[in-house]
């Protein structure tokens, strides 16, 4: 017969191993600092093309791409798209090691179902841009120019030919100043282009006055380049609209753009 004793230690030993092998999806978000910083976790609802929501609330943001904020052409199909690649099912996510968030709490990662990655379908159908910033979103920047440019080639999403867009976020130069930090769709005449060590600046505005400083980083350059396009000649005296939040620096309104989707030529 098996005494009370013994058999209190054999129910504590049970309830020490099931504690030590916990269910995968009820593992709490491993700190990406780690070595450990592959996760996989359920998708439970899709932000906007580029970021989510995983179990447990917390916010991931791919890495190295960039896809269309609300009002600007092409966001609800760039958002559509990423519901239909993860919504609902169990991700494998890639932390950054370096930087594993952003100033807004998000993750970044890399996000795969099975062998597919996310980023590349969203490329290859032309509802992304590369976005190069360091340090891990320039770990891939070469390999994703490559989707860019075949997406670019078959003119595809972003690279397609739209029709003029007009809507309340559709404003001349000119007020730029009175929608910082705002997502807005600016037309003006790109009057001056010039170029420094780390950018190129286009100076727009309405009615020969500047009010709107379009800024490039050298980084960039080359998604200009893959679609025939030398952002120092081409938008020169040109009427164009820029799409992309306006920040405010040294007092004059700003958009930085990433890529020839975010400027027109009308």
Same mark, same amino acid.
């Given at each position: 017969?098996?005494?009370?004793?013994?058999?209190? +230690? $054999?129910?504590?030993? $049970?309830?020490? &191993?099931?504690?030590?092998?916990?269910?995968?999806?009820?593992?709490?978000?491993?700190?990406?600092?780690?070595?450990?910083?592959?996760?996989?976790?359920?998708?439970?609802?899709?932000? /906007?093309?580029?970021?989510?929501?995983?179990?447990?609330?917390?916010?991931?943001?791919?890495?190295?791409? @960039? *896809?269309?904020?609300?009002?600007?052409?092409?966001?609800?199909?760039? =958002?559509?798209?990423?519901?239909?690649? !993860?919504?609902?099912?169990?991700?494998?996510?890639?932390? %950054?090691?370096?930087?594993?968030?952003?100033?807004?709490?998000? $993750?970044?990662?890399?996000?795969?179902? @099975?062998? *597919?990655?996310?980023?590349?379908?969203?490329?290859?159908?032309?509802?992304?841009?590369?976005?190069? #910033?360091?340090? %891990?979103? &320039?770990?891939?920047?070469?390999?994703?120019?490559?989707?860019?440019?075949?997406?670019?080639?078959?003119?595809?999403?972003?690279?397609?030919?739209?029709?003029? #867009?007009?809507?309340?976020?559709?404003?001349?130069?000119? /007020?730029?100043?009175?929608?910082? /930090?705002?997502?807005?769709?600016?037309?003006?005449?790109?009057?001056?282009?010039?170029? !420094?060590?780390?950018? &190129?600046? +286009?100076?727009?505005?309405?009615?020969?006055?500047? *009010?709107?400083?379009?800024? #490039?980083? =050298?980084? /960039?350059?080359?998604? $200009?380049?893959?679609?025939?396009?030398?952002?120092?000649?081409?938008?020169?005296?040109?009427?164009?609209? &820029?799409?992309?939040?306006?920040? #405010?620096?040294?007092?004059?309104?700003?958009?930085?753009?990433?890529?020839?989707?975010?400027?027109?030529?009308?």
């Amino acid at each position: 017969m098996v005494s009370p004793c013994l058999k209190n +230690l $054999f129910f504590v030993a $049970f309830i020490l &191993i099931l504690n030590a092998s916990p269910a995968q999806t009820s593992q709490p978000f491993q700190n990406p600092d780690d070595r450990s910083y592959v996760q996989f976790r359920r998708v439970v609802s899709v932000i /906007d093309g580029d970021t989510i929501i995983i179990e447990g609330g917390k916010k991931v943001r791919y890495l190295g791409i @960039d *896809t269309p904020e609300i009002g600007q052409p092409f966001y609800e199909e760039a =958002k559509n798209k990423n519901k239909e690649l !993860v919504m609902g099912k169990t991700v494998r996510l890639e932390v %950054c090691k370096a930087e594993s968030r952003d100033k807004y709490g998000r $993750f970044l990662a890399y996000v795969y179902i @099975d062998k *597919t990655m996310t980023t590349i379908e969203l490329l290859k159908n032309g509802y992304a841009r590369i976005l190069t #910033i360091p340090p %891990c979103g &320039i770990e891939k920047a070469e390999e994703f120019r490559q989707y860019q440019k075949e997406a670019m080639k078959k003119r595809a999403g972003l690279w397609g030919a739209r029709e003029r #867009i007009i809507t309340k976020d559709f404003i001349p130069a000119s /007020d730029a100043g009175r929608f910082i /930090d705002e997502r807005k769709a600016v037309y003006g005449k790109a009057f001056n282009i010039y170029e !420094v060590r780390k950018a &190129i600046f +286009l100076k727009v505005g309405n009615a020969g006055k500047t *009010t709107l400083r379009v800024v #490039i980083f =050298k980084q /960039d350059k080359k998604n $200009f380049e893959d679609n025939g396009i030398n952002p120092l000649t081409y938008y020169k005296g040109k009427d164009v609209v &820029i799409y992309g939040k306006i920040k #405010i620096y040294k007092g004059i309104p700003e958009i930085v753009i990433g890529g020839p989707s975010q400027i027109e030529v009308w």
